[in-house]
């Protein structure tokens, strides 16, 4: 079943394949630039939508409201039969259930992205759509959905997108969401799996990011994790650049964590932008009871720790414990520093 806007916006059309959060705030930024935008997802979600609208907000303070007669929303996957651009915007889990779906439905002129977290998304549609034009992306930022149609934009930062033929960085960018294409887009999206890192962390807390992110404590339970994650990658030979800021080595960034706090907040405050009530999507994802993708992150430099020979006693005992309070089902467990500290001494 689809439900479409009252006027249709101009070429391209775009169809979010999977919006949940990140899907919805994106979708909704290109509707509100003009785009005609489709948003296929849950029918729970669609019939949210289809009575609120959208309303986003940001960490700067934006707050627009729009009507459901501004975008399309779907929950029927014969809607990507029109798309000229699909963003994939679902949890790795369900990229090869989306990848099938495109398959079947979607033109092959359709131009396929990935907005997706982890490094192997990107790969695995371009191996599932031999015929597509598929790209690999990354988004920087952090969206909660706040229940009422409400998606807000936590953090900042801009999408990248892999080059390739057209501009499509030129078309998808609108006021307030911009898109770059670069070539070497996998060592981006590995600099974003290393600082997504943080994102057990702070679902393991249960706190704003901003106030993790200012606690010593958690700073260098941050900086400690990183570096074991940095010297894995070292090992494997993968170069991972920071998504935020080009010029500054990821090797630097334990370094400024681990920074006495007032120096620590003057330097992050010229890469990041954070919402005081900003919280990660893994936290978000426990909350609600859903499945997170620990596997695509600290899972990922687990798995390529053993292969490696290398121990990571952080990175490991992190992800069991998400494991472990995605089992329980009882939201974030709200650890402090010291608890995980123990825990982890425990676990060794």
Sequence with gaps: MTETSKETAPYPQIVVAGAGSIGCFVGGMLARGAHHVTLLMRPHLREELARQGLNLTDFEGMDEELAPDMFARASDPACLGAADIILVTVKSGNTAEMAELIRIHAKREAVVISLQNGVGNGGFLKSALPDFDVRAGMVPFNVVHMGGG???????????????????????????????????????????????????????????????????????????????????????????????????????????????????????????????????????????????EIDELQGMIVELARE?????????????????????????????????????????
Excluded: C
């Design 150 to 292: 409400r998606f807000h934009r936590g953090t900042s930062g801009d999408i990248m997108i892999e080059k390739g033929a057209g501009r499509l960085g030129w078309t998808l960018s609108v006021s307030g969401l911009s898109v770059y294409e670069r070539e070497a887009i996998v060592g981006i999206q590995w600099g974003k799996l290393l600082m997504n890192l943080t994102n057990a962390l702070n679902a393991l807390a249960g706190i704003p990011l901003r106030d993790q992110l200012r606690s010593m404590g958690w700073r260098r339970i941050i900086a400690d994790q990183l570096s074991e994650a940095i010297k894995v990658l070292e090992a494997a030979e993968i170069e991972a650049v920071m998504p935020l800021s080009r010029r500054l080595p990821i090797r630097f960034m334990p370094k400024i964590l681990r920074l006495p706090s007032l120096l620590f907040n003057w330097v992050a405050r010229s890469m990041l932008t954070i919402d005081p009530n900003a919280r990660s999507s893994m936290w978000e994802d426990l909350e609600q009871g859903r499945r997170t």
């Design 308 to 348: 490696k020979g290398i121990k990571v006693p952080i990175n490991t005992r992190v992800a069991e414990l998400i494991r472990e309070a995605e089992a329980a089902g009882e939201g974030s467990p709200q650890l402090y520093p010291r608890d995980l500290r123990r825990d982890v001494r425990a676990h060794r």
